[in-house]
C-alpha cells in the first residue's frame, strides 16, 4: 500500500501535464501561417487539410480553424483530403462544422483518398455538406467532391446534419448511403462527383473553379501545370497526440497497458517507473475514452479483469480468478466501444498479451521478488508439496501452488507426483526429501561433524528418551 502515494502523484502530475497540452491545443495553436496570400502570388494558393482518422473533438476544430484562416487569407479553396471512419463529435458540432463548410466565403471541397480511404457516418455527411451547386454567375465559389478509385462514402447512418446544409444529389442518394457505400464509379452515376474518378489530388485540384493551370508541352503531350500553389496543413503535434488517443484501438490499448503497469507497481521494489508510466497511459485513456462510445458494462468488466488477476497475482499461483480475468477481459475487449470493432490484431495483443503477463508473468516475477536466501522462508521447512518432475537429485516440486527448483539425497530419487517434505532453504534452492523412505544421510553430513555418523549422546532428554543429535529418538 505504500505505492498508493506514488501513483496518486503520477496519476495528478500527468493530469496536469495533460491539461496543459489541452490548453495549448486551443484555437491559438497551430496557425497555418503558410496558406497566408502573398501579394505577389497572383495565382493564389489552396489551402489542404489532412483529415485522417475519427472526427473528434480535436479534428473538427483543426477543420473550422483551417476554414476560418482560409477564409481570411483569401485562399482559392480549402480541400479537406479525407480517410475518415466516421464521427465521435457530438452533434451540435458535427452540425455546426457542417454549416461551416456549407456556408464558407471560399470553397471547400473534398477528396477522399488515396485509394483505399473511405468517408464513412459522419464524414459521409461532412462530405455530402461540402459538395454545392456551381452559381452560374459566381462559378469561383463552387465546391465539389472527389474521389480516388478504391475508396468508398457511405454507411451515413441517419442523417444528423442538416438538409439545408447537404447538396441535392447527397438528398437523392441518402437511401442509397444509409447503409451502404459506393465507390468513384457509381458516386459519379448518382450525382456526388464532377468526376468519373480523381485518382490523385493533383488532378482534383486542377478541377477545381478557380485553381489556375498552363499547358506545357512534354514530349508528344501537352500536360497541364499547375500554378495555384497547393500548401498541406497537418495537425499540430500536441493536438495530434490527443486525436491519436482518441482512436478506439489506441484507447483501448492504453487501457489496458496502463492498468496492467499499475498493478505490475504494487508488486515490484522500484523507484515507481512502471506507475509513472502505467498512470501516463491510464490518463490518456481516459481521455480516450471519453471520445468515444463506450458500453459502460464492458468497461466495467476490463477493471473486474485486473481485478481478477491483482488476486492471484497476490497468491503467486493462477486460479480461479485468473479463468474470471481471462474470461471478462475478453468480452469487455470486443464489446468495449459501441459501433467501432476493433482489429483482431489490437485484440491479440490486448488480451493475449495481458493475459500472459498476468498468469505467466507476474506470479513469476512476484515468486523471485520475495525469495530472498532464507530469510524469511523458514516457515518453509516441513512443509509438504508435490514433485512436478523427477527429483534425482534435482528438479522441480511445487510447494503451496508455487513452483521451486529442488534437490534431494542422491541415494533418495523421487518421482513424478511424488510426495515431498522441505527440509531446508538454501537460497532459491528447497532441500526436499520423500515422505516416506527419505536416506538421511545426506542432510545429517551437512549437519553433523563431517563425518556422517550421527551423535548420538547417553544424556537423556528431559522426558528420559535418548538424544540424537540434539533430538530425542522415538522410542517407536
Not at 186 to 213: K, M, N, Q
Not at 244 to 257: D, E, G
Not at 360 to 388: D, H, K, L, N, Q
Request: glycine fraction near 12%; charge should be negative.
Amino acid at each position: 500500500m505504500r505505492r498508493l502515494p506514488t501513483l496518486g502523484a503520477a496519476l495528478i502530475t500527468l493530469a496536469v501535464v495533460m491539461g496543459g497540452f489541452s490548453a495549448l491545443a486551443g484555437p491559438a495553436a497551430a496557425r497555418p501561417d503558410s496558406v497566408r496570400q502573398g501579394s505577389t502570388d497572383d495565382a493564389g494558393r489552396v489551402s489542404i487539410i489532412k483529415v485522417e482518422g475519427l472526427i473528434d473533438p480535436v479534428m473538427a476544430s483543426f477543420i473550422d480553424r483551417s476554414i476560418t484562416e482560409g477564409e481570411q487569407a483569401g485562399v482559392v479553396a480549402v480541400v479537406l483530403q479525407m480517410d475518415s471512419s466516421g464521427a465521435v463529435a457530438d452533434d451540435d458540432v458535427l452540425i455546426d462544422l457542417a454549416r461551416h463548410v456549407h456556408e464558407a466565403s471560399v470553397p471547400v471541397a473534398v477528396w477522399i483518398g488515396p485509394s483505399g480511404s473511405s468517408a464513412l457516418g459522419g464524414a459521409a455527411q461532412l462530405a455530402g455538406a461540402g459538395q454545392r451547386p456551381c452559381p452560374k454567375d459566381a462559378e469561383e465559389i463552387c465546391s465539389s467532391i472527389g474521389i480516388a478509385p478504391g475508396s468508398r462514402i457511405g454507411k451515413t447512418g441517419p442523417l444528423v446534419v442538416p438538409d439545408e446544409y447537404l447538396s441535392d444529389e447527397f438528398l437523392a442518394a441518402a437511401d442509397r448511403l444509409e447503409n451502404g457505400t459506393v465507390g468513384a464509379a457509381e458516386a459519379f452515376e448518382l450525382g456526388l462527383t464532377a468526376e468519373r474518378s480523381a485518382p490523385v489530388i493533383g488532378e482534383f485540384l486542377l478541377d477545381l473553379p478557380g485553381f489556375r493551370s498552363k499547358e506545357v508541352k512534354d514530349g508528344k503531350r501537352i500536360v497541364r501545370e499547375p500554378l495555384t500553389t497547393p500548401v498541406f496543413s497537418t495537425l499540430p503535434v500536441q493536438e495530434q497526440l490527443f486525436h491519436t488517443v482518441s482512436s478506439p484501438a489506441a484507447a483501448y490499448l492504453l487501457l489496458v497497458i496502463g492498468l496492467s503497469l499499475i498493478i505490475f507497481e504494487f508488486f515490484t521494489a522500484g523507484v515507481g517507473v512502471a506507475g509513472l508510466v502505467g498512470a501516463g497511459c491510464f490518463v490518456m485513456s481516459c481521455y480516450g475514452l471519453a471520445n468515444l462510445p463506450v458500453r459502460p458494462w464492458a468497461l466495467v468488466l476490463l477493471v473486474l479483469a485486473m481485478f481478477g488477476f491483482a488476486i492471484d497475482v497476490q497468491t503467486g499461483v493462477p486460479r480461479a480468478w485468473s479463468v474470471i480475468g481471462v474470461i471478462s477481459l475478453a468480452i469487455g475487449s470486443v464489446f468495449l466501444f459501441d459501433g467501432f470493432d476493433l482489429s483482431w490484431i489490437t485484440l491479440l495483443v490486448g488480451i493475449g498479451g495481458v493475459s500472459l503477463a498476468m498468469v505467466a508473468g507476474m506470479p513469476a516475477m512476484v515468486r523471485t521478488r520475495f525469495s530472498t536466501p532464507t530469510i524469511g522462508r523458514e516457515w518453509m521447512i516441513g512443509e509438504e508439496g508435490e514433485a512436478v518432475t523427477n527429483v534425482s537429485p534435482d528438479g522441480v516440486v511445487r510447494v503451496r501452488g508455487a513452483l521451486w527448483r529442488a534437490r534431494t539425497n542422491r541415494a533418495t530419487p523421487i518421482g513424478l507426483h511424488d510426495g515431498i517434505r522441505v527440509v531446508e532453504v538454501d537460497g532459491l534452492l528447497l532441500e526436499v526429501e520423500p515422505l516416506e523412505g527419505g536416506a538421511v544421510d545426506y542432510r545429517e553430513k551437512r549437519r553433523g561433524d563431517g563425518e556422517g555418523d550421527a551423535d548420538i549422546t547417553d544424556e537423556p532428554a528431559d522426558d528420559g528418551r535418548v538424544l540424537i543429535d540434539g533430538k530425542p529418538l522415538d522410542p517407536s
